[in-house]
Protein backbone atom coordinates (compact mmCIF):
# COMPACT_ATOMS: atom_id res chain seq x y z
CA UNK A 1 0.00 0.00 0.00
CA UNK A 2 1.66 3.42 -1.48
CA UNK A 3 1.45 5.95 1.37
CA UNK A 4 2.35 9.90 0.62
CA UNK A 5 2.66 12.38 3.72
CA UNK A 6 2.83 15.97 2.85
CA UNK A 7 4.14 18.43 5.43
CA UNK A 8 5.82 21.65 5.76
CA UNK A 9 2.33 23.95 5.00
CA UNK A 10 1.61 27.16 7.19
CA UNK A 11 0.40 30.52 6.87
CA UNK A 12 3.27 32.69 5.29
CA UNK A 13 3.55 36.63 4.45
CA UNK A 14 4.20 37.47 0.46
CA UNK A 15 7.41 37.49 -0.48
CA UNK A 16 8.19 34.75 2.28
CA UNK A 17 9.37 31.03 1.58
CA UNK A 18 7.56 27.31 2.84
CA UNK A 19 9.51 24.21 2.25
CA UNK A 20 7.27 21.22 1.72
CA UNK A 21 8.18 17.76 2.48
CA UNK A 22 6.59 14.68 0.98
CA UNK A 23 7.33 11.10 2.35
CA UNK A 24 6.36 8.26 0.55
CA UNK A 25 6.08 4.67 1.43
CA UNK A 26 5.00 1.54 0.20
CA UNK A 27 6.94 0.72 -2.84
CA UNK A 28 10.48 1.46 -4.41
CA UNK A 29 10.83 5.15 -3.97
CA UNK A 30 14.01 5.10 -6.47
CA UNK A 31 11.32 4.16 -9.29
CA UNK A 32 8.86 6.44 -10.02
CA UNK A 33 9.18 9.99 -10.29
CA UNK A 34 7.06 12.42 -8.32
CA UNK A 35 5.13 15.68 -9.08
CA UNK A 36 3.68 18.18 -6.59
CA UNK A 37 0.05 19.56 -8.18
CA UNK A 38 -2.33 22.47 -5.81
CA UNK A 39 -5.74 23.22 -5.96
CA UNK A 40 -7.11 26.94 -4.69
CA UNK A 41 -10.28 27.48 -3.47
CA UNK A 42 -13.36 26.97 -6.08
CA UNK A 43 -10.23 25.91 -8.56
CA UNK A 44 -9.31 23.01 -10.24
CA UNK A 45 -6.32 21.31 -9.22
CA UNK A 46 -2.95 21.80 -10.92
CA UNK A 47 0.50 20.72 -11.98
CA UNK A 48 3.11 22.65 -10.42
CA UNK A 49 5.97 20.75 -10.53
CA UNK A 50 7.68 16.88 -11.37
CA UNK A 51 11.02 15.70 -11.08
CA UNK A 52 12.26 11.99 -12.38
CA UNK A 53 13.07 9.02 -10.72
CA UNK A 54 16.77 9.56 -10.45
CA UNK A 55 16.28 13.31 -9.75
CA UNK A 56 18.16 14.50 -13.09
CA UNK A 57 14.82 15.84 -14.87
CA UNK A 58 12.53 18.58 -13.19
CA UNK A 59 9.73 20.36 -14.70
CA UNK A 60 7.48 23.21 -13.75
CA UNK A 61 4.72 25.52 -14.84
CA UNK A 62 5.42 28.66 -15.93
CA UNK A 63 4.22 30.81 -12.79
CA UNK A 64 6.54 29.11 -10.59
CA UNK A 65 9.47 29.02 -12.49
CA UNK A 66 12.40 30.35 -10.80
CA UNK A 67 10.85 30.59 -7.53
CA UNK A 68 9.86 27.13 -6.59
CA UNK A 69 12.20 24.29 -7.09
CA UNK A 70 11.75 20.38 -7.01
CA UNK A 71 14.28 18.03 -5.17
CA UNK A 72 13.81 14.40 -3.83
CA UNK A 73 16.25 12.59 -1.56
CA UNK A 74 16.10 8.93 -2.51
CA UNK A 75 17.54 7.47 0.38
CA UNK A 76 14.99 9.74 2.73
CA UNK A 77 12.16 8.70 0.12
CA UNK A 78 11.05 11.99 0.51
CA UNK A 79 10.58 14.57 -2.24
CA UNK A 80 10.74 18.50 -1.43
CA UNK A 81 8.93 21.50 -2.72
CA UNK A 82 10.94 24.68 -2.02
CA UNK A 83 8.60 27.61 -2.56
CA UNK A 84 10.42 31.19 -2.56
CA UNK A 85 8.58 35.05 -2.85
CA UNK A 86 5.45 33.12 -1.91
CA UNK A 87 2.48 34.97 -3.58
CA UNK A 88 -0.98 35.63 -2.20
CA UNK A 89 -2.06 33.44 -5.55
CA UNK A 90 0.14 30.46 -4.28
CA UNK A 91 -2.42 29.96 -1.51
CA UNK A 92 -3.81 26.33 -2.15
CA UNK A 93 -4.04 23.05 -0.91
CA UNK A 94 -0.32 21.31 -2.02
CA UNK A 95 -0.64 17.50 -3.06
CA UNK A 96 2.27 15.24 -3.55
CA UNK A 97 1.75 12.41 -6.07
CA UNK A 98 3.69 9.52 -7.63
CA UNK A 99 3.88 8.49 -11.29
CA UNK A 100 3.26 5.26 -12.31
CA UNK A 101 6.61 5.08 -14.30
CA UNK A 102 10.42 6.50 -13.93
CA UNK A 103 9.20 9.58 -15.87
CA UNK A 104 6.48 12.03 -15.51
CA UNK A 105 4.10 11.61 -18.07
CA UNK A 106 0.62 13.60 -18.23
CA UNK A 107 -2.07 11.94 -16.28
CA UNK A 108 0.69 9.50 -15.41
CA UNK A 109 -0.18 9.92 -11.42
CA UNK A 110 -0.78 6.46 -9.51
CA UNK A 111 -1.11 7.79 -6.11
CA UNK A 112 -1.49 10.94 -4.12
CA UNK A 113 -1.07 12.37 -0.57
CA UNK A 114 -4.10 14.21 1.17
CA UNK A 115 -2.31 17.57 0.76
CA UNK A 116 -0.98 20.16 2.96
CA UNK A 117 -2.28 23.76 3.29
CA UNK A 118 -0.71 26.87 1.86
CA UNK A 119 -1.86 30.14 2.73
CA UNK A 120 0.14 33.45 1.61
CA UNK A 121 -1.03 36.83 2.93
CA UNK A 122 -0.86 39.89 1.44
Known amino acids: QVQLVESGGGLVQAGGSLRLSCAAS????????MGWFRQAPGKEREFVAA????????SYTDSVKGRFTISRDNDKNTVYLQMNTLKPEDTAVYYC???????????????WGKGTLVTVSS
Open 51 to 58: ITASGGRQ
Open 97 to 111: AQYSGSWYVQGGMDY
Open 26 to 33: GRTFNLYA
